[in-house]
């Protein structure tokens, strides 16, 4: 990969941490992030229905944007995105590997395994019409957000750094907030 191009991507991989945070942001300004403070959502209880799929769709636009992360990471440096039909489970896959002389992993396997619950729950809301979801699965996936949030940064500005080392970049990158 030539230094442009993975300029190019770093570039695009923190842009996708911008849109992440503005969700957090959202979720913060409804007093849902980083700690569960309230009880209602806009004058529905948490448990209703409304709420949940506020929620949800909080939830999965997060997913969604760090499967974007992946898919940069994929396209632009491993030349390769999975694109059968389980391919978002072959894309998280794939970010746990290190590409020798190419890529270091992105991921840990404790990182990958809080994703796993959180990509399970994207496929479920989108595949739900009847918006019947278990409001104790949504709290759980939003209480582990946080955690997942400082695992996947964690994870993400080591791979970053290791990155900028492969191609003998000293000058730091913007850090992942």
């Not at 770093?10 to 403070?37: D, G, V, Y």
């Not at 994929?74 to 590997?97: F, G, H, N, V, Y």
């Amino acid at each position: 990969m030539f230094h442009k191009k993975w300029f190019l991507a770093e570039a695009s991989i923190h842009r996708e941490m911008s849109n992440l945070e503005k969700l957090e942001k959202e979720l913060t300004q409804h007093n849902l992030f980083p700690k569960i403070q309230t009880d209602s959502l806009g004058g529905f209880s948490l448990a209703d229905e409304t709420s949940q799929r506020l929620i949800g769709s909080i939830l999965h636009d997060y997913y969604t944007g760090i499967e974007k992360i992946f898919r940069i990471v994929a396209k632009d440096i491993d030349c390769s995105i999975p694109e059968d039909e389980l391919w978002d489970r072959e894309l998280l896959d794939q970010m746990t590997l290190e590409v020798p002389g190419v890529r270091p992993a992105l991921l840990s396997a404790a990182t990958t395994r809080k994703l796993e619950a959180l990509r399970d729950f994207r496929q479920d809301f989108r595949d739900l019409y009847d918006f019947k979801r278990t409001p104790d699965k949504i709290m759980a996936l939003l209480k582990e957000l946080p955690g997942l949030t400082a695992d996947f940064k964690k994870d993400l500005e080591n791979f970053i750094a290791k990155m900028r080392q492969i191609y003998g970049l000293k000058e730091p990158s913007n850090t992942v907030t």
